[in-house]
Each structure stands twice: as structure tokens, then as C-alpha cells.
């Protein structure tokens, strides 16, 4: 099993920035996918980010060259480091990982971006 937090989320303003870590429960090493996604109200949960364990990216072309994702394998945590930020990034924000062909998700941390 593997237990996944979140924390970083908050209320920035337009061109802000924020940093979303993503705490396991166990090491990361293992764990071949992880990603973030995120969810609005009545809209079905999208993907933001992955990155596998050989630290292969993928990005969703909304966010593509705005904010990246990276893991540290001795900290256990994964990070989505969010730049230039839009009020329609405002959502909340899960992490997942896929783990001996299971997928964990976290709680979820919101977002906010407005003036």
C-alpha cells in the first residue's frame, strides 16, 4: 500500500507562483508512475503531470512550460513547481502513483489563483 499527502496549495495571485509536494509512505523508488492531476467542481478529474521512476515528464499542453514536476526519491515526495499562474489553474490538485498495478491517490490540496 502506499499512503500519499499533499500540501503547498493556497490562494495566489495571477503570475504567482506555487510549489505542491506530494509526502509517500513508503519509497518512492519503487513506485514506476506518479503523477498530479487535478478536478473542478462537475468536470472530470484531468491529468496535469507524470514522471516515471527514470524520470521520463509528460505535461498537459495547459500547463506545458509553466510548471514542472520532479521527485526526490530520498525524500520520498514528488513536487509540481506551478509558474505563471492563471485563475483557471483555480482547482483542486491530487497526486497519485501507481504501484504493483494499483493506482493511490492523495486528498487533494486546493488551488486558488485570483486577485
Known amino acids: 500500500q502506499v499512503q500519499l499527502v499533499e500540501s503547498g496549495g493556497g490562494l495566489v495571485q495571477p503570475g504567482g507562483s506555487l510549489r505542491l509536494s506530494c509526502a509517500a509512505s513508503?519509497?518512492?523508488?519503487?513506485?514506476?508512475?506518479m503523477g498530479w492531476y487535478r478536478q473542478a467542481p462537475g468536470k472530470q478529474r484531468e491529468l496535469v503531470a507524470t514522471?516515471?521512476?527514470?524520470?521520463?515528464?509528460n505535461y498537459a499542453d495547459s500547463v506545458k512550460g509553466r510548471f514542472t514536476i520532479s521527485r526526490d526519491n530520498a525524500k520520498n515526495t514528488m513536487y509540481l513547481q506551478m509558474n505563471s499562474l492563471k485563475p483557471e489553474d483555480t482547482t483542486v490538485y491530487y497526486c497519485?502513483?501507481?504501484?504493483?498495478?494499483?493506482?493511490?491517490w492523495g486528498q487533494g490540496t486546493q488551488v486558488t489563483v485570483s486577485s
Open positions: 497519485n502513483a501507481f504501484y504493483i498495478g494499483r493506482i493511490y
Open positions: 513508503r519509497n518512492i523508488f519503487s513506485i514506476s508512475t
Open positions: 514522471i516515471t521512476s527514470g524520470g521520463t515528464t
